[in-house]
DNA sequence: CGAGGCTTTGAACTGATTCAACCGCAGTGG
DNA sequence: CCACTGCGGTTGAATCAGTTCAAAGCCTCG
């Protein structure tokens, strides 16, 4: 009924709970305690004498995969450092990337609807996450007033995201990078980083492909952009000067050339 | 801190509770029963004592507003009956369409996050849909085991058919209108009716906008699959002949012509 | 130092847009 | 009853934005 579960799903994944811990043994024992969660998911609720529930940390080093497209569901996860990838595989074996999780970010979702995760969630940079049971956040709910409507509201904050990103569609090249960089650029902020100057964690192509164009092309319009003045850049350090222009950036009517 | 904030915000909208009633003062009485409203999102929870709470319904005629972008959000709907369409308002006042939520469509999530709504919510015809109220939904989540995750359920289902609208990225015209209308194909399917000819809900430029192409454009790749044997239409209704085909319509190799 | 991944640059090509005209139908009003 | 108007849809022709292919430059890391 929905065809995206008629991907080819590849083989299970090496990284359910246990493999993880094996991969990392030494530092896995990591946790964070229940109002540290809701800190970084910015979520406000009574936590009454569960404050200091005790949840396990997961990491994944560059490259290794959190969970792919087609295993079972078990948990969702706040992406306490690092930055993450999420790709869904298409039909024809292309992969489509389809965001960029990272600190505060709530990673996941797309299992819960189908039992099944539809989208592979790779590491770009070692990172940490937050493991949430879904018995937890079950029980959470039913006893803390308060944190359900904070899961409904990082959940509902992802569909904004992915809204916004709709939202790019029949923009022009540049617009799209200029408003994926003020993306990004809100997102650090947010992190408490700064806002402005930034590091791109993700290659050209994964940008390329988040997009929708070509990597040469994300290329030729990080140099437009760099040429008209609003950013500059060397290697993957990004530095905004004209939030504004990038945000109103649009494809100008045709036959209309420069005036004055 | 998410620039979707700065949209130019409309006007409040005309459609605030009150006044949706004056709209529709004869039949506006309508309402379903909880267990009603749980048939049709798909949720198994156990309703107690619940069962027979009632309600609300609201109605929206074809080009009425259901919310605007900005309007505070008070609560979610769910599609009983008819055709929507979301929209964002882009800072440059251009219009992008995000969404056609139909029967069973969980609707108004996008105003969770920030209080207020992000999209502008329209009917494509005459529409009905069950009001939702977020108090209802709270007290529901405490008391009816699995109330909650049925939400949860639907929260990401919607955001898992983002997830596939945002996989076409990256695929030619015909094939992101191939993946179209076989989306709309299994959503009719779901709601009980035939799964492969139906009625475009939607005009050809809001096709064209969902799916970030010209209208022109979206004319002649229909007219191309209906050349390619793949559906047949005649106005706005379509029959699909070869789903398969549909789904796995790829860009082909470049220099590489017909074999045979 | 060398290999391989990432990035940039160049040049040809093409899919899609744009602009413009036209068709057909529905509703309106004379 | 029929011209008139407006909207949705189709078709055609010119143009362009972005892709593709190719090659070279540049970092990083073993």
Request: charged share 20%.
């Amino acid at each position: 009924m929905f065809y995206m579960q008629e991907l080819p799903l590849r083989a299970g994944g090496v990284f359910d709970d246990d493999a993880l811990d094996l991969t990392v043994p030494a530092v896995a024992a990591q946790s964070s305690t229940l109002a540290e969660l809701c800190t970084l998911l910015d979520i406000t609720a009574e936590l009454q004498n569960h404050q200091h529930l005790r949840l396990r940390h997961v990491r994944v080093h560059r490259d290794q995969t959190l969970y792919r497209a087609g295993q079972p569901f078990k948990q969702l996860y706040a992406v306490k450092a690092g930055v993450l990838k999420a790709v869904v595989l298409d039909v024809n074996g292309r992969e489509q990337v389809v965001g960029f999780p990272m600190k505060g970010s709530l990673v996941g979702v797309d299992g819960i609807a189908y039992g099944q995760h539809m989208v592979e969630m790779v590491a770009l940079c070692d990172s940490e996450l937050i493991v949430m049971p879904m018995s937890t956040i079950r029980m959470l709910g039913r006893c803390c007033p308060g944190f359900s409507r904070g899961i409904y509201y990082a959940m509902s904050g992802e569909l904004a995201r992915e809204l916004s990103v709709n939202m790019r569609r029949g923009l022009s090249t540049k617009a799209r990078l200029g408003r994926f960089l003020l993306d990004l650029a809100d997102r650090f902020a947010a992190m408490g980083y700064a806002r402005s100057v930034f590091n791109l964690p993700m290659p050209r192509s994964d940008i390329g492909n988040y997009l929708g164009m070509a990597q040469e092309t994300v290329s030729r319009a990080l140099l437009s952009l760099e040429e008209d003045g609003l950013i500059s850049l060397s290697q993957r350090t990004v530095c905004i000067h004209d939030a504004e222009a990038l945000l109103t950036l649009k494809r100008l009517p045709r036959h209309r050339a420069r005036q004055t």
